[in-house]
């Protein structure tokens, strides 16, 4: 089992950047592919980006291409999404999950644990 916690969420002006991390503790790290989800109230969790257990393999939705980065360093558990020209509509709860799927995969429900969640705000 692993344990997920999230940090770096906050409140930014559109334009703006954030760094979230996600520090993992618990079975090898590397063993799992990670992603990034978000969820806006009243809407259903969706997908941010991925990353292979390697780190050689990254996936992003069309909503963040371009504008994010997700990496992994492996010897600190931990894996970032740098997200850079922030858009009021990114607001949401961002989560991190690991999955033990080949992938990274971009569904949900091949998540097999998630953090808590971190709060970006991004204002107009």
Do not use: H
């Amino acid at each position: 089992q692993v344990q997920l916690v999230e940090s770096g969420g906050g409140l930014v002006q559109a334009g703006g950047s954030l760094r979230l991390s996600c520090a993992a503790s618990g079975r090898t790290f590397s063993s799992y592919a990670m992603g990034w989800f978000r969820q806006a109230p009243g809407k259903e969790r969706e997908f941010v980006a991925g990353i292979s257990r390697r780190g050689d393999y990254t996936n992003y939705s069309d909503s963040v291409k371009g504008r994010s980065t997700i990496s992994r360093d492996n010897a600190k558990n931990t894996v970032y999404l740098q997200m850079n020209s922030l858009k009021p509509e990114d607001t949401a709860v961002y989560y991190c999950a690991a999955s033990n799927s080949w992938g990274p995969p971009s569904v949900v429900t091949f998540y097999d644990y998630w953090g808590q969640g971190t709060q970006v705000t991004v204002s107009s």
